[in-house]
């Protein structure tokens, strides 16, 4: 096999032996330490994805795509395959070359629109195409531009570029352009692909960590035929062309284990009738939602600690509803934290991350005989969108280094261990079922993975 190294922030890897070791270890098994590894200070997760398909592409670490960038040149950029399952040509503003447009328009045929960040588009005054955004991913296009001096009809790949490069210049202002146009600016969400994992904030996230103007160019790949090019049909184009590629799920990692996302605001006493609690709340910088942690008992960074990690279920923790196992499990895990001592994480993610209202919506799809991971597709969601970067920063901010996890969930195991977070024991809670949730405990179960 051939010995291919790269070069993260904690070491020099051969990435063959990098992939066993990442499969090794969610198998929970053990191999000796790699050779010329040195040991980091903080855990950083795996640097490089592997993609899937006849055709795969093949990432490369973050720092190689940043340079690529830093130099001008195009990069891919794929999002979750349960998203849009697309890879965006990209490149920075500042380098938005007749060459690099043309480019575009010529090999990946997609729309070639100007993300930007949200400063920059405020600070142009440049209007939203829609008032109401009821696009299915609510991609947020401005109003079209084109370069007030030094364009004709604009279309060109050189006026194109023109107008791409006075959008990235900040001394520009609204009176530069003309509208509408046929550069289309597309604003970034606040808090970038955190809080929204699209190639419009990915283009503007990036462009940031490689130290040039938050406003790029993209450009979705079109087949021969006509239809998207999937993940796993790009790795031929991505050779003939000699292009880097990252995911957005790379810069989701890297900002979470570089930025701190959230701030402890308060601690209060909170007797509770399952016992005494520190109640810690923090804010999200990401989302402005207030998390809490319920501590009892001291905590040590050397010794495991007792944890729960518990999504809110307004339904099920204050009500006490049936069709779930939400509150029964919280008040456990409250009763055991309590007697043994560890914390009770609670984090505002309803409804596994879809929120209130979708989650009734999706009760009602129950009620006529989807299962709660079809009802959860039908209504356009992934099956489970909870994340657990916030969370496994609270839980550092608050010392805690090795968890004993309350849980029935693999995934909530493998989220938690991928932010830097050593899961040494998975503790079972059992909660019997009874006739309203069993057949959601058992899709739970059969189609999620649970360990019930």
Known sequence: MKHIEFTATNGTFDINDFINRCDAATMGEELPPAENQSEPQEPIPAAVPVADGVDPICYSPLEEVLEELRMGRLVLMTDDPHRENEADLICAGQFATPQNINFMATHARGLICVPMAPERVDALGLPMQAQHNTEKHHTAFTVSVDAREGTTTGISAFERSLTTMKLADAKSTLDDFVQPGHCFPLRAVEGGVIRRAGHTEGTVDILRLAGLEPVGVCCEI?????????????????????????????????????????????????????????????????????????????????????????????????????????????????????????????????????????????????????????????????????????????????????????????????????????????????????????HYLDTKRDRMGHLL
């Not at 729960?308 to 499990?329: I, K, M, N, P, Y």
């Not at 001592?341 to 309803?350: D, N």
């Not at 657990?388 to 968890?403: E, N, P």
């Not at 079972?428 to 079922?433: C, Q, R, V």
């Open 222 to 438: 079109m087949k021969d035929d006509g239809t998207m090019a999937r993940l796993g049909e790009l790795g031929s184009f991505q050779r003939e062309y000699g292009l880097k590629a990252c995911s957005l799920a790379q810069i989701i990692e890297h900002r979470q284990h570089t930025e701190k996302l959230i701030v402890r605001e308060e601690v209060v006493k909170l007797p509770t009738d399952f016992g005494d609690f520190d109640c810690y709340s923090y804010h999200s910088k990401v989302d402005g939602k207030t998390h809490l942690a319920l501590v009892h008992g001291p905590i040590d960074p050397e010794k495991p600690i007792l944890c729960r990690v518990h999504s809110e279920c307004l339904t099920g923790d204050v009500f006490a509803s049936r069709r779930c196992d939400c509150g029964s499990q919280l008040h456990a895990a409250m009763r055991r934290v309590a007697r043994e001592g560890g914390v009770i994480l609670y984090l505002r993610q309803e409804g596994r991350g879809i929120g209130l209202s979708a989650k009734l919506h999706a009760y009602k799809l129950q009620e006529q005989g989807y299962d709660t991971v079809d009802a959860n597709i039908k209504l356009g969601f992934a099956p489970d969108l909870r994340d657990y970067g916030v969370g496994a920063q609270i839980l550092r901010d608050l010392g805690i280094r090795h968890l004993r996890l309350l849980t029935n969930n693999p995934l909530k195991i493998q989220g938690l261990s991928g932010h830097g977070l050593d899961v040494v024991e998975h503790v079972a809670i059992s909660i019997p079922a009874n006739t309203d949730n069993q």
